[in-house]
């Protein structure tokens, strides 16, 4: 298992969703999250759907997005 440079909430590990990057202690894909929000779910109605994750979690899927984009990692501040 490894965690992505700067992002602790950001998981990957072959023995977890085969790799598939994701929230820590979950097996909820980043990109599953992502992929509501792009259809129109908020912050709220995710963690209404998804109670183990915390507004801490949505925001570090974000910038691991924004991280693979660019090629750079954002800390949180």
Do not use: N
Not at 54 to 60: E, V, Y
């Amino acid at each position: 298992m490894s965690t992505h440079p700067r992002i602790p909430e950001i998981i990957s590990d072959p023995e977890i969703l085969s790799g598939v990057p994701c929230f820590s202690g979950t097996r909820i894909a980043v990109s599953l999250v992502l992929d509501w929000m792009a259809t129109g779910w908020d912050q709220a109605k995710v963690l209404k759907e998804y109670p183990q994750l915390t507004p801490d979690d949505i925001s570090a899927g974000l910038r691991y997005a924004s991280g693979r984009l660019t090629g750079t990692t954002v800390a949180a501040e």
